[in-house]
Nanobody
């Protein structure tokens, strides 16, 4: 069971990136998937998640209206579309999966983690 997060990079303020979280060895549609980020010196922050059961979605206030989470079950992938990026969005972004639980911003409930992808937003 593996998660692979990718799609990070360097972008100017106001730009967009799309992060991908690809599952191998398991079907992501059966799992709640969360996106987290951690900037240097800061705690890991749950920014978005999508449940497996009812498809309910959560966004942190800091990204609401700018980020969009979506599943692509054909590609066994969960995307995080990030628009109107700001310098304060700069961080390492992680995806995580949990089976049998609702979507949550609480990182402790997640069983599997991707390796992280770096997002840097220049001003």
């Amino acid at each position: 069971v593996q998660l692979q997060a990718s799609g990070g990079g360097l972008v100017q303020s106001g730009g967009s990136l799309r992060l991908s979280c690809v599952g191998s060895g398991f079907i992501l549609d059966y799992y709640a998937i969360g996106w987290f980020r951690q900037a240097p010196g800061k705690e890991r922050e749950g920014i978005s998640c999508i449940s497996d059961r009812d498809g309910s979605i959560y966004y942190a206030e800091s990204v609401k209206g700018r980020f969009d989470i979506a599943r692509d079950n054909v590609r066994n992938t969960v995307f995080l579309q990030m628009n109107s990026l700001k310098p304060e969005d700069s961080a390492v972004y992680y995806c995580a999966a949990t089976l049998g639980a609702m979507c949550s911003k609480n990182h402790s409930i997640y069983d599997y983690w991707g390796q992280g992808t770096l997002v840097t937003v220049s001003s």
